[in-house]
């Protein structure tokens, strides 16, 4: 029995011949012929990938173009401010507001710098608390305002500071404002409307402040004068008739809802003298000493 042998090298490829309808072998030495179909799929790839590529590019252009017109018209053409309008309760009249604002009527909304209008506004108008200036498309721009509360009046020389809640100067006065409560005790270095009042005593303006605070917070209104002589004796007179000892000014909350309790239910609207919180929170009563008739 004869054994085949088995060759180490390849079979050499073959090609289809049409003339014979067989594949013949590709002699050495030759290339295998192109394959055309294939070479016309990879050109109709690239060209198809180059038109993706074009039309990104085509559309990526469009979209800046308009980006740049859209925004061209909206700092030239649209836009415009074509009224400036005051909201709020302030003393102040809403024309004057609107024009220390600076924005007139045909300015852009987009290039108003609202918060410079804003300090504009607050820095000629002290009594003003709170200020907003606010876009409103396509053709407004608003002016919110709201006032600050009162604090008190505080002596300075001959004339009186009237004090806002905040801290600032909100008018130097000949005499205190009706209804104004006025600040005795206090030292002041430095004052200038619009601006905060500066103490001479450290921690002042704060103890000032939580003191105004809880009294407008817990609706203790009717204050003639409180005294911030001794810091732990805070001494509030209520209707220019019965003085209330606060003691310490911790626990504020409680004892003025405790002393308005007392005002309206115990103490009778014709009566006189001193009304003593200060031990309240700890032992939850309060002592009424009567003035003598005199």
Excluded: W
Excluded at 140 to 153: L, N, S
Excluded at 183 to 203: D, M, S
């Amino acid at each position: 029995m004869q054994r085949t042998r088995k060759s180490g090298r390849k079979e050499p490829p073959r090609v289809y011949d049409r003339a014979t309808g067989e594949y013949r072998p590709v002699p050495r030495g030759t290339r295998t012929p192109p394959d055309f179909a294939a070479c016309a799929r990879s050109r109709a790839e690239a060209r198809r990938r180059h038109r993706r590529r074009a039309l990104l590019l085509f559309n990526i252009f469009l979209f800046v173009a308009v980006l740049a017109v859209a925004a061209a018209l909206s700092l030239t053409v649209l836009f415009r401010a074509s009224a400036v309008r005051v909201t709020g309760s302030s003393r102040y009249p809403a024309r004057q507001i609107a024009a220390a604002s600076g924005i007139r009527t045909g300015d852009n909304l987009f290039l108003i710098q609202t918060g410079r209008a804003a300090a504009k506004i607050k820095g000629k108008f002290p009594y003003l608390g709170e200020v907003s200036v606010l876009r409103r498309f396509p053709s407004e721009v608003e002016i919110r305002v709201a006032e600050e509360p009162v604090c008190g009046a505080v002596a300075y020389g001959k004339k009186y500071i009237v004090a806002g809640a905040d801290g600032r100067a909100l008018e130097i006065a000949d005499r205190p404002p009706k209804g104004c409560a006025v600040l005795k005790g206090l030292g002041v270095k430095n004052a200038r409307a619009g601006a905060a009042v500066e103490f001479t005593g450290g921690g002042t303006a704060e103890l000032v402040r939580t003191v105004s605070d809880a009294f407008r917070k817990g609706g203790l209104d009717r204050i003639s004068s409180v005294d911030f002589s001794q810091p732990s004796r805070i001494l509030a007179v209520y209707d220019g008739r019965v003085t209330i000892n606060f003691g310490l000014p911790s626990d504020l909350d409680y004892k003025i809802r405790f002393a308005r309790k007392l005002l309206s239910e115990n103490i009778k609207p014709t009566e006189k003298g001193t009304l003593n919180m200060s031990v309240a929170p700890e032992t939850d009563k309060a002592y009424f000493d009567p003035a003598v008739a005199g």
